[in-house]
């Protein structure tokens, strides 16, 4: 419901003549519409692993056997396992691609960040929790005999909360016990799939189109897409995943089709001179929002993903767009002149 309200205001749903074909602007027809999105949370059946790795110098790596194909998964890990550890981002090291390290989950799926964040933070907190417990109990250490549930992690400093100036070093505490590393291996068992609970991703699209009623052209002038994906871990990268699922939608919605010669069952559009994809003279003004939203039983850091959620309702919304500006109401994709004609 967040989802309707905040994209209803930011779009200007409010200001909308309901009667179709009730705008024009010159010769186009201007209509607005909106629809649902929902994407499932899918989990593996296997438990997800990771292994990090703190080293005597500060840095520290961590590994999975994923993969990084530009959604920013490697990112947003470096930046989990940064903050579970309490060392500076650019002290850590996040390496993937190779089926010899811990195995993980692939990045489809809107199950990357979720699963991979998971498996990552149950390491790292394992790993930070060991090096809390060893310094308590050295009696070399500022923090001996401290309960370990007071001790904070900042800046690779192992600290207690409400003395802060009492504390050492993650390289302070090797270095004095000729440690050149310490590692931990991390498991994390997804959830049941019977769990009694709706697990998806969220959120509303809005669209605005202009239909040339002489030629059946349609012009998507601009999207508002809200979206409730849980945890977002970084900003910037999920809005780059979400305007490229709205622009896909809009593909969805106007171009992208594969058709097949009746005669010997092949495809009959194999290029992308046939198969037709948006440009960017075809993108129109994207507007987007997150609305985050606390799930506790999703895993770990609460993450939904949302890789397929800005695709989800995008064409909807343009059809029903189409349907107010020129009345015609069509149920199939994509839309194409002649069924506006």
Same mark, same amino acid.
């Given at each position: 419901m967040e989802c309707y309200r905040r994209g209803a205001r930011r779009f200007g749903w409010q200001e909308r003549d309901r009667r179709p074909r009730s705008r024009r602007e010159g010769n186009w027809l201007i209509g607005t519409g909106m629809a649902t999105a929902a994407y499932p949370v899918t989990f593996p059946m296997q438990p997800q692993r990771a292994r990090a790795r703190l080293y005597a110098d500060g840095t520290a790596v961590v590994q999975a056997a994923t993969q990084e194909f530009g959604t920013g998964v490697a990112t947003v890990v470096t930046q989990v396992a940064a903050d579970g550890l309490g060392v500076p981002l650019d002290r850590v090291r996040f390496e993937y691609g190779d089926t010899d390290l811990p195995n993980i989950a692939a990045t489809v799926g809107s199950a990357g960040s979720g699963m991979v964040s998971a498996a990552v933070h149950t390491a790292v907190t394992a790993l930070r929790d060991e090096m809390v417990g060893q310094a308590v109990s050295d009696p070399g250490s500022p923090l001996h005999d401290a309960d370990p549930a007071t001790v904070v992690v900042h800046g690779g400093r192992m600290q207690l909360r409400?003395?802060?100036? &009492?504390? @050492? &070093?993650?390289? @302070? #505490? $090797?270095?004095?016990?000729? $440690? +050149?590393?310490?590692?931990? =291996?991390?498991?994390?068992?997804?959830?049941?799939?019977?769990?009694?609970?709706?697990?998806? &991703?969220?959120?509303?699209?809005?669209? @605005?189109?202009?239909?040339?009623?002489?030629?059946?052209?349609?012009?998507?002038?601009?999207? +508002?897409?809200? #979206?409730?994906?849980?945890?977002? =871990?970084?900003?910037? +990268?999920?809005?780059?995943?979400? $305007?490229?699922? $709205?622009?896909?939608?809009?593909?969805?919605?106007? =171009? @992208?089709? +594969? =058709?097949?010669?009746?005669?010997?069952?092949?495809?009959?559009n194999t290029g992308l001179g046939e198969y037709l994809v948006p440009v960017n003279a075809d993108a129109p003004d994207i507007d987007i929002e997150f609305v985050d939203v606390q799930d506790k039983v999703v895993n770990p850091l609460g993450v939904k993903g949302i890789g397929e959620i800005g695709t989800v309702g995008a064409a909807a919304a343009i059809a029903n767009a189409v349907f107010h500006a020129t009345g015609r109401r069509v149920r199939e994709l994509p839309i194409r002149i002649e069924h506006l004609l």
């Open positions: 409400d003395h802060l100036d &009492t504390g @050492e &070093t993650y390289s @302070e #505490f $090797m270095r004095r016990h000729f $440690m +050149t590393d310490c590692d931990a =291996l991390g498991s994390w068992n997804p959830p049941p799939h019977d769990v009694p609970h709706g697990l998806a &991703t969220f959120g509303a699209q809005f669209a @605005e189109v202009a239909v040339d009623p002489d030629l059946g052209v349609v012009r998507v002038r601009r999207m +508002t897409g809200v #979206f409730a994906p849980g945890r977002v =871990l970084n900003a910037k +990268t999920a809005r780059s995943q979400a $305007m490229g699922g $709205m622009l896909w939608g809009l593909s969805h919605a106007l =171009l @992208e089709s +594969t =058709l097949v010669d009746a005669r010997d069952g092949r495809w009959a």
